[in-house]
C-alpha cells in the first residue's frame, strides 16, 4: 500500500522477483504460466501488480490447496489468491466483524494507526465488495470469518495445521503481527510457506522491526521491488540451486 522503503542493512536475505520467476520457468518449461488480476486499486490498502505474481507464483510452485489470508479489507488479495488457484483450491480470508464496529479492538489502542482505523472503518462500511463482485465459482472457492485475528479460535474453525500458503496482511501493530505470525505456524502444514506483507513500508514500521527479529532465527526472504517477505525453507534450498543472491 506504500512504496518500499530502501534496503536495510539487517533482516531478511533480499532476493530479486526474476529468481522467483526463474523456479516458475523451470518447473513448467512447456507451459505459458498465466496470472490473472483485477486492475490493481486506486485506494490504499492493497498490493501491488509484482506483489500479486510473486503470489500467484507461490501458489504454483506450492500447488496451494489451501490459502489462509489475514486481511480481507475489500477483497482484492482473496480473489487474487482464488483466481490463481487451482479450481478444488479453497481460500480462508479472515476480517474483523463488520457489525462490532466501532468497539475498538482492546489490544492495541494507541499503536493502531490512522492507516489501520482508515481501512478497518472501510471494510466495516463496505465489506468486501470485490468478492461480492466475482464470478461465482471464484466466491464459491472463498470463506470469510469475520472476528479479530486476537480472538480467532484455531479450533472453532479447523484451521490448525492445515494451510499451504498463509498471507499476512491484517493489522500492522506489533501485537497484532506477533499474533498472526504464532497463529500462522500453528496453521501451516509440513511445507507450507508463509508471507508477510508491508515490510519496509514507510507507515508500518512495526511490521519491518517485527520480521527483522524473526530473521534472526528463520530463514526468510525478502523479494525486492515488493513489501513482500516469505518464509518458505523449500525455496531456499531451490535458490541454493540456482546460485540467486
Ligand atoms: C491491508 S488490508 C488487507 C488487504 C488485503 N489483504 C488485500 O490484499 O486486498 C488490512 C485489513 O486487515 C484488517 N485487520 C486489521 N487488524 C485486524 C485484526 N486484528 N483482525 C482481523 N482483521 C484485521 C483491517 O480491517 C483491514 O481490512
Redesign the pocket.
Known amino acids: 500500500?506504500n512504496s518500499p522503503s530502501p534496503a536495510r542493512a539487517h533482516g531478511p536475505l533480499a532476493l530479486r522477483p526474476r529468481h522467483i520467476f526463474s523456479l516458475l520457468e523451470q518447473r513448467f518449461p512447456d507451459e505459458n504460466v498465466m496470472f490473472q488480476s483485477v486492475m490493481p486499486p486506486t485506494g490504499i490498502?492493497?498490493?501491488t501488480l509484482l506483489e500479486g505474481a510473486i503470489l500467484a507464483s507461490l501458489i504454483r510452485l506450492l500447488e496451494a490447496k489451501n490459502i489462509f489470508?489475514?486481511?480481507?479489507?475489500?477483497?482484492?488479495?482473496s480473489v487474487l489468491l482464488a483466481v490463481n488457484s487451482a479450481p478444488e483450491a479453497r481460500i480462508v480470508t479472515?476480517?474483523?466483524d463488520p457489525a462490532a464496529r466501532p468497539a475498538a479492538?482492546d489490544h492495541a489502542p494507541a499503536a493502531s494507526t490512522a492507516n489501520?482505523s482508515f481501512?478497518?472503518d472501510v471494510?466495516a462500511a463496505g465489506g468486501a465488495p470485490c468478492i461480492a463482485r466475482a464470478a461465482p465459482a471464484l466466491q464459491r472457492k472463498i470463506t470469510q470469518i469475520a472476528c479479530?485475528?486476537?480472538t480467532l479460535d484455531l479450533d472453532a474453525h479447523d484451521l490448525r495445521k492445515r494451510f499451504d500458503l498463509i498471507?499476512i496482511?491484517?493489522?500492522h501493530d506489533a501485537a497484532?503481527v506477533r499474533n498472526d505470525t504464532r497463529k500462522a505456524f500453528d496453521m501451516a502444514c509440513d511445507g507450507a510457506a508463509i508471507v508477510w506483507h508491508d515490510y519496509g513500508s514507510a507507515v508500518h514500521s512495526d511490521v519491518t522491526d517485527y520480521v527483522d527479529e524473526l530473521s534472526a532465527t528463520l530463514p526468510l526472504v525478502h523479494v525486492e521491488a515488493t513489501m513482500l517477505v516469505l518464509y518458505w525453507p523449500a525455496l531456499n534450498t531451490a535458490l541454493a540451486h540456482t546460485g540467486a543472491k
Open positions: 500500500m490498502g492493497s498490493m489470508e489475514f486481511g480481507t479489507f475489500q477483497g482484492h488479495g479472515l476480517d474483523f479492538a489501520d481501512l478497518r471494510h479479530d485475528s486476537h498471507f496482511d491484517g493489522g497484532t
